[in-house]
């Protein structure tokens, strides 16, 4: 019987909850055991240091439906999380008054109920964070044991391209981990054998769209919603006031949202990392361009910065300036908003809901398949079919994206991102 956890890591987006949901119930429909880390690679590496409360003492509160839980599906999540245990990185001390049965405890066992309604929310209930520790061997080893001590074989991480490589890179090391363990008499031979193999797959929850080899990340769409409710917004002023506005968009270094938010809720100037503006310097193209459209009759200019938007010669292109340029050049009454994590959070529109629930399914079939001999996969989606393709190599081919943006090679920046529509 497969034992599979799931985490949630890097930055949150709306979608992941769906994932763990998934991700659970198709386990637990194909067989498997359940689990959830919480805290991302944080938890992984804190495990467990706290004994099982819940499955070992019986419920404090009694609870008809806690004992049908517990019954059917081995739940004890439910109840905690709802009451806020996910503040146990911020007091360092894993202790938190809410979190009775979950103190102490990182990787938790979970059962159908309680992952109920999960995709309706938005961020990610099991928590997530940026990890430092699990970037060093001592703390990837220190995971591994904690997997093992749990009798887990399979792990589902959902996270961006760095959270990606950094479950691939656990995979490798994984046999000279179970090795070390097995010399520091930390774990057994039995505990050794039967751990030979991690199983790992890959699920890119990101709103910035920014991973190659898939069309489109969990929580982008979500996120790209947002924008263009703020856009919306936004031109009820403009064009009241005949006001020019700057709006700053996330992304990191990719531009899909900025370019998309200029589709679907208009924009007359769009700046991406991707694709510079042609001129140096870009002021007179953006202001030409923006002086066009005042000219046939527009009473409103929005202008669109991808917030790691650049020029031809690599240097950012700031909002604050833009507005500069609009109010110096153009004598047009500017003001900036960057809608900052407002984009990031909230209820997962419909497609936020249907990727993870059909990636998630796909997840768990692969890591049933999964040999020493196959790779790590990402589930992806290419032309509305989930795909399975080798985590390195969708990982490699995002850094290549960044690297021919350094070398000032739009065109294949452009084309390695994979992302962007194409006429
Ligand atoms: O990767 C998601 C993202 O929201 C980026 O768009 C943004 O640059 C970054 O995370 C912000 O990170 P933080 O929430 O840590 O400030």
């Known amino acids: ?165 950094g479950a691939d890179v656990f995979r490798a090391e994984w046999p000279s981990h179970v090795a070390t363990l097995l010399a520091q008499g930390a774990i057994t031979p039995e505990q050794a054998e039967k751990h030979g193999h991690l199983r790992i797959a890959g699920l890119v929850g990101s709103i910035d769209n920014d991973m190659s080899m898939t069309d489109l990340t969990i929580g982008a769409v979500t996120a790209l919603t947002r924008i263009c409710e703020a856009v919306d917004n936004i031109n009820s002023t403009a064009a009241s006031h005949s006001r020019a506005f700057v709006l700053e968009v996330m992304g990191r270094h990719c531009g899909w949202l900025a370019l998309m938010a200029g589709v679907s809720a208009g924009a007359d100037f769009i700046f991406i990392p991707e694709r510079p503006p042609k001129a140096d310097p870009w002021e007179d193209e953006m202001c030409e361009e923006i002086q066009r459209h005042r000219e046939v009759g527009k009473r409103k200019t929005i202008v669109i910065v991808a917030e790691g938007a650049l020029d031809s010669n690599l240097q950012p292109i700031r909002a604050d300036y833009i507005k500069d340029v609009l109010t110096e050049r153009l004598g047009l009454d500017t003001r900036v908003t960057t809608l900052g994590h407002t984009q990031r959070g909230g209820k997962p529109c419909a497609y936020d809901r249907i990727l993870p629930t059909l990636q998630g399914e796909e997840a768990v079939k692969a890591l049933l398949e999964s040999t020493p001999e196959t790779p790590s996969y990402m589930i992806g989606v290419r032309e509305n079919k989930i795909t399975r393709v080798p985590l390195m190599e969708a990982v490699a081919m995002t850094r290549e994206a960044g690297e021919a943006i350094a070398a000032k090679d739009f065109t294949k920046a452009m084309s390695l991102r994979d992302n962007e529509f194409h006429q």
């Not at 637990?28 to 819940?54: D, F, Q, S």
């Not at 806690?66 to 004890?76: L, M, V």
Request: glycine share 16%.
């Open 1 to 165: 019987k497969m034992k599979l956890a799931v985490l949630t890591s890097g930055g949150d987006s709306a979608g992941m909850n769906a994932v763990v949901r998934s991700v659970v119930k198709a386990g637990i429909m194909r067989g498997c055991e359940t689990w959830i880390v919480r805290e991302g690679y944080e938890g992984l590496v804190r495990g467990n240091t706290a004994p099982h409360k819940y499955h070992t003492d019986p419920p404090t509160v009694p609870s008809i439906a806690r004992e049908a839980y517990a019954h059917a599906h081995h739940s004890n999540l439910l109840e905690n999380l709802r009451f806020g245990d996910g503040d146990l990185l911020r007091d360092g001390t894993g202790d938190h008054p809410g979190g009775r049965t979950l103190k102490g405890r990182y990787i938790v066992r979970v059962g159908w109920d309680d992952v109920r309604g999960w995709f309706a929310q938005g961020g990610t209930l099991i928590g997530t964070a940026r990890s430092t520790v699990f970037r060093t061997v001592e703390g990837r080893l220190k995971a591994a044991h904690n997997l093992i001590k749990e009798g887990i074989d399979a792990i589902v991480v959902c996270g961006g391209d760095g959270s990606l490589s």
